[in-house]
């Protein structure tokens, strides 16, 4: 950050300079316009947020709608088209104030019944629901949303749960749209810093900066996403120079671009985990899952992986919770082979074993992971054979049916620590590594429903020790992420959240 | 009457090909409303949307509906993209046949005169030579080729901009002269194939008969080879690059990957792995009638 401040000043400076001999051009105005093309590797699922899936989908969609609030780089809740909010002491009942004047991309100005809307479709609450609308399951506990005028004449909405949820705000981040606008899939239209142009499924998104945007409004005029089917095809068009940010390089792929490209690296905000079935043998026996954890060495990983970046985790939690981040817990499992070797003798393995991981093929980088993870388990008798499956069987056979020994995957979350620790509620459909903890379930639901900050802190971490005790799985690290930028570009920030943001994004000169 | 015949067989095939497509999804793990909805799906959105796709009904309910829709040209819609699947087969279909007539010229400009040339003298340097790099040129992959070429003509001597594919609609010239380079990597193994095949046909025609009371005539070598062994030659020839002609425009998958270009081979193994059963159905269906139909013109007869 401090880097990029130095930058502005260094380019304020030069700019002045030029200004002066130049006499009149005003210096903003070079930073303003142009146009950018941004290389991603999947295809997206929908144009409609609330039908979006793919985390691939949002980091895009994410220029174009925003929430009633949304997150800013430090992983802070900041208002968008909301201007404030309260959240009542009991955790029943969460307030927003609208911001006046919000315009939609069609032109019209955003209204009380377009938020209700959005909020309503989001929670499953409207008369006839669209199957392929994603249900938030958190607003599950939302008994009404209502809304209202204040003294000062502006509009508020009040929004009701059943039971106490004092993390719902992070849910907020919901996308607004226009109510009862049926093209949304086709034209979406949202309230962000850039405006949809046209979509070619396979080829590109187009979007242009929206002019009544409320806010600081975005630098460039145009941002196209180009769709490449593979890393490799988009790493040759970034090396031809036909995409200027490519945000998914791995470790070789920033090394040749060294010198070409600015290479930023940042955080991907994921558990990645090689998670292990606790309802089949030999991982029902927690000796085993911790000969697992005692088998691998992250560090290693880290640098095979990553050059290096990446942060190792010990739980399934990473360093963007801040204070509900137990960073203790990140060597709780030393790697230490005789100490592995030791465990699977007394779990009565003393020759090892042989199983089998699923790994979704698509995800280049976890497949990467398995091949470094089965070496290191070699090392403690372990044969770890890697199956690569499809996107689609992944999610049917390992997510849906729970039908693996273990996977290795990225968990992603809201802004909010219950989301990233649903995984392991008991008997959860989301929990597909089975891990079983009547303390983990019961410390889980009072810590949804605490307001106090510190006692909030205290349940979350020992929800995250739980996990670690038990082993329920490897935690491996939240990876790290390195973009290529053209260096004619400057302003690329990463956020706690997926989002490739490009309001922040300009030309230097 | 043997036309007929022909179309008959041709039907049959078609329609056996796409009942076995549709079976093979059977098997095939995953489900299209689970790819839609993803990891946060509940038991009650997924009914309901396997419901709305028709995906609750019996196989031969599906396939009979599935099928019902082709003969009227209505191929459903895209469970991915949710727009009609022809739709998205106009989009890159035109560019998948660009490509394909390219290649095809490509190969014919550069086997008949190599063909006609090795055979006139065989045996000679020019024909060894030539052995050596057509069985080099047979034995690359279209893919590696693919790859070479990207590398050398794309980023060492950036003659072309490897990914930077542009599409037929928004302009032709430009998305023909991208085109030129996959089909080069097309076209080179396949012309290679294509030489060796015409040299061959041609050598056998040169021991028959009338060869030799062609030349006893007085007429000179370059005569008899095209006036008469050529014309015996074409009939194979021809077979063999009706087999050629059908696997260029059904579709250069490897090929049209390594080079993003946006055809239907791109198209196809995307709606694979999304399980978007009436798109796969549909290229299916496709590739299935030209192969036929392209394979019963050039028989001979």
Redesign the interface.
């Given at each position: 950050m401090k880097k990029v401040f130095a930058c502005f000043l260094l380019l304020a400076a030069t700019m002045t300079a030029l200004c002066a001999c130049k006499g009149g051009t005003k210096p903003e105005e070079n930073l303003e316009g142009g146009a950018v093309v941004v290389g991603i590797t999947q295809?997206l699922?929908?144009l409609d947020p609330h039908k979006a899936?793919?985390a691939g989908t949002r980091e895009v969609l994410y220029n174009i709608f925003e929430g009633l609030v949304k997150p800013d780089k430090d992983g802070k809740l900041v208002p968008a088209v909301a201007e404030s909010y309260e959240i009542s002491e009991d955790g029943t009942t969460y307030t927003f104030v609208l911001r006046e004047g919000v315009k939609f991309h069609n032109g019209e100005t955003v209204t009380a019944a377009d938020v209700v809307y959005s909020l309503n479709r989001c929670a499953g609450r409207l008369e006839t629901?669209d199957?392929?609308?994603?249900?938030?399951?958190a607003f599950s506990v939302i008994s009404d949303i209502a809304a209202s005028k204040n003294a000062a004449g502006k509009d508020v909405i009040t929004v009701t749960l059943s039971s106490p949820n004092t993390e719902l705000i992070g849910f907020f981040t919901s996308n607004i749209i226009p109510k009862n606008y049926a093209d949304q899939?086709k034209a979406p239209i949202g309230t962000g810093p850039f405006k949809f142009v046209s979509y070619?499924?396979?080829?590109e998104l187009v979007m242009e900066r929206f002019d009544d945007y409320y806010g600081q409004k975005a630098h460039l005029a145009k941002v196209t996403f180009s769709i490449?089917?593979?890393s490799d095809?988009?790493f040759?068009?970034l090396?031809?120079?036909?995409?200027d940010i490519f945000p998914y390089l791995t470790v070789d792929q920033a090394e040749q671009l060294e010198g070409k490209f600015t290479i930023e690296v940042g955080d991907m905000s994921l558990v990645q985990g090689l998670f292990l079935n606790n309802a089949v043998k030999p991982f029902d026996d927690v000796r085993v899952r911790k000969a697992m954890n005692y088998a691998i060495d992250k560090k290693e990983l880290l640098t095979m992986l990553n050059g290096g970046y990446g942060t190792a985790i010990g739980s399934g939690m990473y360093a963007t919770f801040g204070l509900y981040y137990d960073a203790t817990l990140e060597n709780a499992y030393p790697h230490d082979e005789a100490k592995a070797k030791e465990l699977l003798a007394e779990a009565g393995y003393a020759n090892g074993f042989t199983f089998t991981v699923k790994v979704p093929s698509?995800y280049v980088y976890h497949v990467q992971t398995a091949e470094v993870l089965a070496n290191q388990l070699k090392k403690v008798g372990i044969t770890m054979k890697i199956e690569l499956i499809?996107?689609?069987?992944w999610?049917?056979?390992v997510?849906?049916a729970h039908n693996c020994e273990a996977t290795i995957i990225g968990l992603d979350s809201q802004l909010a620590p219950s989301d990233i620790l649903k995984y392991y509620i008991g008997g959860s459909?989301?929990n597909f590594m089975n891990y079983k903890s009547d303390a983990f379930d019961a410390a889980y639901t009072k810590a949804t429903a605490t307001a106090d900050t510190t006692k909030k802190v205290e349940l979350y971490h020992e929800l995250q020790k739980y996990l670690s005790d038990d082993a329920a799985s490897v935690f491996l690290q939240s990876p790290s992420l390195m973009v290529a930028v053209n260096p004619k570009l400057a302003g690329y920030t990463f956020y706690p959240v997926y989002v490739q943001d490009m309001a922040s994004v300009y030309f230097k000169d | 009457m043997k036309w007929i015949k022909k179309g008959a067989g041709i039907l049959i095939a078609v329609l056996a090909l796409s009942f076995a497509t549709f079976l093979a999804f059977q098997v095939?793990?995953?489900?299209?409303a689970?790819?839609?909805?993803?990891?946060?799906?509940?038991?009650e959105?997924?009914e309901?949307?396997r419901?709305?796709m028709g995906l609750n009904d019996g196989l031969l309910v599906r396939y009979g509906r599935w099928i019902g829709g082709a003969i009227r040209g209505d191929f459903g819609e895209s469970m991915?993209?949710?727009?009609p699947v022809s739709a998205?087969l106009w989009?890159?279909l035109p560019n998948t046949l660009l490509l394909a007539g390219l290649s095809i010229l490509m190969i014919l400009v550069i086997a008949f005169p190599l063909g006609l040339l090795y055979a006139r003298f065989p045996g000679s340097p020019v024909d060894r030579a030539g052995a050596v790099v057509n069985q080099t040129a047979m034995a690359v992959p279209a893919f590696f080729l693919g790859l070479l070429i990207?590398v050398v003509l794309?980023?060492w001597l950036?003659v072309f901009?490897?990914?930077?594919f542009v599409?037929y609609d928004r302009g032709l010239g430009a998305c023909l002269s991208y085109l030129v380079f996959p089909a080069m990597a097309i076209a080179i193994p396949k012309a290679a194939m294509t030489v060796r095949f015409l040299r061959s046909s041609l050598l056998t025609e040169r021991s028959k008969d009338y060869v030799r009371t062609a030349r006893s005539k007085g007429l000179t070598e370059n005569k008899v080879l095209m006036l008469h062994m050529l014309p015996n030659a074409l009939p194979g020839v021809r077979t063999f690059i009706g087999v050629i002609v059908s696997e260029i425009i059904a579709g250069s998958i490897v090929v049209e990957?390594?080079f993003?270009v946006?055809g239907l081979g791109?198209?196809l193994?995307?709606s694979i792995?999304?399980?978007d059963y009436n798109v796969v159905q549909a290229i299916v269906l496709y590739i299935g009638i030209v192969v036929l139909v392209v394979n019963s013109l050039m028989e001979s007869e």
């Open positions: 295809d699922d929908s899936v793919a629901s199957p392929e609308v994603q249900v938030v399951p899939a070619k499924p396979m080829v490449s089917e593979s095809a988009a040759l068009q090396q031809a120079g036909s995409i698509n499809e996107w689609a069987s999610l049917s056979d997510y849906k459909a989301k | 095939l793990p995953g489900d299209p689970m790819v839609r909805l993803g990891t946060n799906a509940t038991p959105a997924l309901a949307l419901e709305e991915k993209y949710r727009r998205l989009q890159v990207s794309g980023l950036r901009t490897p990914g930077a599409s990957q390594v993003g946006d791109l198209l193994v995307q792995s999304n399980r």
